[in-house]
Structure formats: C-alpha cells, structure tokens
C-alpha cells in the first residue's frame, strides 16, 4: 500500500496544475459572469495538451493511462472553477466512457478521436419530468422502423443541453417494464426534430449550460445504439466511475476552498496580528484540512482499486462513499472558508461564494447524497432495496 504518487503522475499532475492556473482563472471568471461554456479554441488547446484523453484508447488518440491520472487532471481544474473542468469531467469519466465501453468499434472511431482532439462535446440526457431518481420510470422510446430507429420523448436537466454536439440518450426499446426495456442510443444536435429549452437559471453551475431536450419524430440509425433492450444494468456499471468524477468535482472546490483560506488568513491581520494566529481560526483550517484529504483518500482508493475489478471500473461501495462524503464535506469546507474570510469570503469578486454555490450541485447531480446512503448500504447487505414497496 503506498500512498505516494509515480514520478509520472506527479509530472501529470503538475502539467495540468500550471496549464489550469495559467490559462484558465480570467476565463472561468468570465464564464462565471457571463455565463457561457468552455470556447472551442480552448477547448482544442485542452485537447493538445492531452487532457481530454487520459484514460482514453491510444488508438483514438488518447493517453491509454490509468482512473487515479484521470482524476489527478479533473482535480487541478476543478480547482479553477467547475465550469472549466466540466469538458474533462465528460470525456474522462462521463458519457465518453458509456460511448468507449459499450458503443460499436465504428462508433468508437468516430466520436472519440473528436472528443479527444476538443472538436466535439458529449453529453449524458437521462432525466425526464417524471423520472430522476427513480430514473426507470422513463418513458422517452426508441421504437423500430425497419431502417434504424425512431425516438421521442421530453428529456430535462440535460447538462451541455443545446451546446453538446452528441447526446448519451437514455430510452425505452420495448414495452417490458422497468429497466428490462431500457438501453440507450446516441442522438445527435443537428437531427431533425432535436430542438432545446430555454437555458435554466441555477443556483451555480454558471458556465455549463443546462436546458430540456424536445424529441420529437427523430430518426437514429441503428449503428446509433449504444446498449439496446435489457442493458440498463450495464449503463449503470459505469456509473462507478462517474461517481468518482463527480466527488473529483466537489473535491476540487474544496480543496481550492482551503488553499485560499490558508493564503487569506495568514495575510489578514486583526488586533495587530495574522488572524491564522488566532486558535478559532486554526480550528476551521484544519477542519477544512481534515475533509479534504480524507474525500481525496476515499476518491483515488475507489479509483485504484478499479484497476483489479473484472470490469475496470470502480465498485458501487467505494464510488459511493467516496461521492457521498466529498458531496457532503465541499458544502461544509466552502462555507468555512466562506466564514473565515468574513465579507471578502460573501463577495462575488474573490470567488469563495461562487465555490459555495457550486459546492451544492454535486450532492443533486449523479444520485442525491441519500441514494449514495442506500447503495452503501445495499452493498453491504448484499441486496439491493426495492424504493417501490
């Protein structure tokens, strides 16, 4: 058991670190205020650099490198801002990984070398009005029309909705009930009968565009299924891994959170001297200190261990306390370091609030913090729980 990174990992590492604090901190600001997404010419440079393609195929262009690097990269730009790191968050371990897990070899040859080169963006729509959590509830259908296949249904809280160029759709093929006539197709922005709501106004999330998907009548070739009737299982197999992106995300405003604490209150002087000298102070900081490294242990053992799994992936119980704990302790750390930076900390020109409204989503988007409590639990019993009955 070492707890050390590689010297490859840390060359990794730091190669995101100065891109991410180089490039990154006037254009998330103004993402955050203006409200847009990643710009294609920074997006392509992501590309370059190889960031979006860590844990991606060679032979699409990718890295070919291991979960704990992937995640190494979405945490230094998480740091910067959500905003930024959300194109790495879906091509590392996002809808890309449904794609480059279970779509077809020519599937794979098309989208993922895009991905990977920062030309096209893919995004995950599985939420509808009337099914979240309880996500087999859906009824968006694909149904046969002898060529490929013809899908409608009314998707919402579609992150990247109106701005991604494909779509990780989830649908029904059949009429069977449950998640047995569930799988999922890939659809496109520009297919006839796509069309996007208005952008939502959330809380935080600034930047990454989130909107309701209308499809109506939209014809999909066949070569366009990913997983067909009956793979919902497997769909939510990769899950695991988005799990530990998702906690990366929280992670990296909490641990942002606490860098600027440190650096603020050892500057700050009250009564004559740095307030860091005052033993309230020093509490919250290693408080702050405290969550921060313990959601980073849970995250990369959760990824490490991936390594020795038959699928690859993380486990249910390791992705789900590691998304559990670090959706729960940013909420905490963000609003201590909000705390010790007074009116500074709750003014939008220094950053801390934006970390604290941010910090909220990730314990909504995924699977609440309460469903990761449940696959906990199941997965320590042996037996998943049956929320219907």
Wanted: hydrophobic content about 40%; glycine content about 12%.
């Amino acid at each position: 058991m070492d707890f050390n990174l590689t010297d490859e990992q840390r060359e990794l590492q730091e190669t995101a670190r100065k891109f991410a604090r180089a490039e990154l901190p006037t254009l998330a600001r103004d993402m955050e205020e203006k409200d847009y997404p990643v710009p294609h010419d920074m997006l392509r440079a992501y590309g370059e650099m190889g960031f979006l393609g860590v844990n991606l195929p060679e032979q699409f262009g990718g890295l070919g490198l291991g979960h704990v690097e992937a995640l190494l990269v979405l945490e230094e730009f998480a740091q910067i801002s959500n905003a930024v790191a959300f194109p790495v968050f879906e091509a590392l371990v996002g809808p890309v990984r449904t794609i480059e897990r279970f779509g077809s070899e020519e599937m794979k040859a098309r989208v993922l070398p895009e991905v990977i080169k920062g030309e096209k963006v893919v995004a995950v729509s599985m939420s509808e009005p009337d099914a979240g959590t309880a996500l087999t509830d859906l009824k968006t259908a694909a149904r046969s029309d002898g060529n490929g296949y013809v899908v409608n249904g009314y998707k919402r809280w579609t992150s990247g909705g109106g701005h991604s160029d494909y779509y990780v759709t989830y649908c029904r093929f059949s009429d069977d009930p449950g998640a047995k006539g569930i799988g999922a197709i890939l659809l496109e922005k520009d297919m006839e009968g796509m069309s996007f709501g208005k952008r939502e106004e959330l809380m935080g999330f600034r930047g990454i565009p989130t909107a309701d998907i209308s499809i109506e009548d939209v014809k999909a070739p066949g070569e366009n299924v990913i997983v067909g009737a009956g793979g919902f299982g497997k769909l939510m197999s990769a899950f695991g891994l988005e799990r530990c992106g998702n906690a990366t995300q929280a992670l990296g405003l909490a641990a942002a959170a606490l860098e600027q604490a440190l650096e603020y209150t050892q500057e700050r002087e009250a009564f004559g001297k740095p307030i860091v000298d005052f033993q309230a102070v020093q509490l919250k900081l290693a408080e702050m200190a405290m969550k921060v490294d313990a959601a980073r242990l849970l995250i990369h053992r959760a990824a490490a261990n991936s390594a020795v799994q038959a699928d690859g992936l993380p486990t249910v119980y390791e992705s789900s306390l590691a998304k559990c704990y670090a959706n729960e302790i940013v909420r905490e750390v963000t609003a201590l370091g909000m705390q010790v930076m007074g009116g500074y900390g709750y003014h939008k020109d220094y950053g801390m609030e934006q970390r604290l409204r941010d910090a909220y989503a990730w314990g909504i988007a995924g699977g609440a913090i309460d469903v990761q409590k449940t696959n906990i639990a199941a997965a320590m019993i042996g037996r998943r729980f049956d929320q219907r009955k």
